[in-house]
């Protein structure tokens, strides 16, 4: 089965923190990215650009309403996903924890939330 892993942060505190205080934080990513592509379960994975710069669509009377923004608001907000294979909800928990947002940052509100794909298709 496969688990849309969506990573979550809080941007103001992001934001407060130093350019040093990023840095050292940033920095120790690459290990623990290293170790969920090691699982070999990964299946895609992306950083997202700034809430912002988002973009909404909601029906309205049969047509798409752009709004700018996230669709919804929230004290935390998506920064990033990742696709896992596993077979059991037991094993996704066990992928995701490897990622950065589910081992460091609680300080700026880092956290994972996984879903199962009900549906998946690949073109």
């Known amino acids: 089965m496969k688990y849309l892993c969506l990573g979550y942060y809080d941007e103001r505190k992001f934001a407060a923190l130093s350019p040093a205080e990023v840095e050292a934080l940033v920095s120790q990513c690459p290990a623990l990215d290293a170790q969920l592509r090691a699982s070999?379960?990964?299946?895609?994975?992306?950083?997202?650009?700034?809430?912002?710069?988002?973009?909404s669509l909601r029906p309205r009377n049969g047509k798409p309403v752009v709004t700018d923004g996230p669709y919804a608001e929230?004290?935390?907000?998506?920064?990033?996903?990742?696709?896992?294979?596993?077979?059991?909800?037991?094993?996704?928990?066990?992928?995701?924890s490897?990622?950065?947002?589910?081992?460091?940052g609680e300080?700026?509100?880092?956290?994972?939330e996984i879903r199962p794909i009900d549906y998946y298709e690949q073109s």
């Open 107 to 112: 300080h700026v509100g880092w956290g994972v």
């Open 40 to 55: 070999g379960q990964m299946r895609l994975c992306a950083s997202l650009g700034a809430a912002r710069e988002s973009i």
């Open 74 to 96: 929230a004290k935390e907000i998506l920064g990033s996903f990742f696709i896992i294979d596993a077979e059991t909800r037991e094993q996704a928990i066990a992928i995701a």
């Open 98 to 104: 490897k990622h950065p947002a589910a081992q460091i």
